[in-house]
């Protein structure tokens, strides 16, 4: 066997699951086709609450006089700069799990994984090359993935997922946003405080319906 362990899948509940193990004794191995962190880290809760902060510090200061304080000149939000404070964070943080693998002498693998047998996995790297790794004991931590409306195909421009909304190069006018759940919440709040005009959209009677 290759590793005592391997984990497909490098998010909150991948990255820790691997540590743990490692700390254990357990020689580890972690799979992970993207940036490391998962989704949650670089494309959801991390990067939206960052774009979150932004709104509301941007908000405070446009109603600083009913706090009691007063704010001289105009107050501007550089979108541009916000959306890249926001990638910053995740990357940032993404490193930080990087570390910690490190020092817990976990072997990272980047590639694309998946079952191939009973203790084997196959890897495809992103030159298409492909090597098999075998394990003791395999944790599939691959999380989720968003889902696609039938008959609304994602173009990455005019209709677009919760990546492209969350690094936009620009500002825009108006945006509708297709469900009500945290992040779209999240991010119609976000775009709305600066300045877009948003339509949100809820098949169920409550907005975020599952919180």
């Not at 990638?87 to 694309?112: D, E, H, T």
């Amino acid at each position: 066997m290759d590793f005592d362990l391997i984990v497909i899948g490098s998010g909150p509940g991948g990255y820790v699951a691997a540590i743990r193990a490692a700390q254990l004794g357990m020689n580890t191995a972690i799979v992970e086709r993207s940036e490391l962190g998962g989704i949650c880290l670089n494309w959801g809760c991390i990067p939206t609450k960052a774009l979150l902060k932004s709104a509301q510090v941007f908000n405070y200061m446009k109603n600083a006089k009913e706090y009691g304080v007063s704010v001289d000149g105009n107050i501007e939000a550089d979108f541009e700069k916000v959306i890249e404070r926001s990638r910053g964070v995740s990357a940032a943080m993404s490193k930080g799990v990087q570390y910690l693998l490190g020092k817990n002498k976990i072997n990272i693998i980047n590639g694309f994984g998946k079952l191939k047998a009973k203790n084997t996995i196959s890897v495809t790297n992103e030159n298409g090359e492909t090597k098999d790794y075998t394990a003791k004991h395999i944790i599939l931590a691959t999380g989720s993935r968003s889902k696609e409306l039938p008959g609304i195909k994602q173009d990455g421009k005019k209709i677009i997922g919760y990546r492209e909304a969350l690094s936009l190069p620009k500002l825009p006018e108006s945006m509708l946003v297709i469900g009500s759940g945290a992040i779209g919440t999240e991010l119609a709040y976000f775009y709305h405080s600066m300045g877009t005009k948003i339509t949100l959209v809820e098949y169920l009677p409550n907005i975020v319906p599952l919180e």
